[in-house]
């Protein structure tokens, strides 16, 4: 298997550990919002983020969600985590222009 997709699902995998319920029942629920954020996450090996390498633009959320903020907040403060200790890839890290869009 691709080393670099070994590296994005342990990514996606921890992210998951940590927001999933108790019995690991709604995961699925939340993977949507992982792969959203992930994929909108700048990543300083491309200069960019996956979606923009994909669509050639920056992803824009269109419509404010209270859930979905405080959602994606969380999971940049773990992601920055995830990067201070050294778990996350080489490749991965979260700029502020990221973190601000996500908000909006």
Not at 58 to 67: K, L, S
Not at 69 to 90: E, N
Request: net charge positive.
């Amino acid at each position: 298997m691709n080393g670099l997709v070994v590296s994005t699902n342990k990514i996606l995998k921890i992210i998951l550990k940590k927001i999933v319920n108790e019995n690991r029942t709604d995961w699925d629920d939340k993977l949507y919002n992982v792969l959203w954020a992930y994929r909108t996450t700048f990543k300083t090996s491309i200069q960019s983020t996956p979606f923009r390498m994909a669509f050639g633009l920056e992803a824009v959320n269109q419509v404010p969600d209270t859930e979905s903020t405080i959602f994606q907040t969380q999971l940049g403060s773990m992601l920055d985590k995830f990067i201070s200790i050294g778990q996350a890839p080489s490749g991965l890290s979260m700029n502020s222009t990221a973190r601000s869009n996500w908000a909006h």
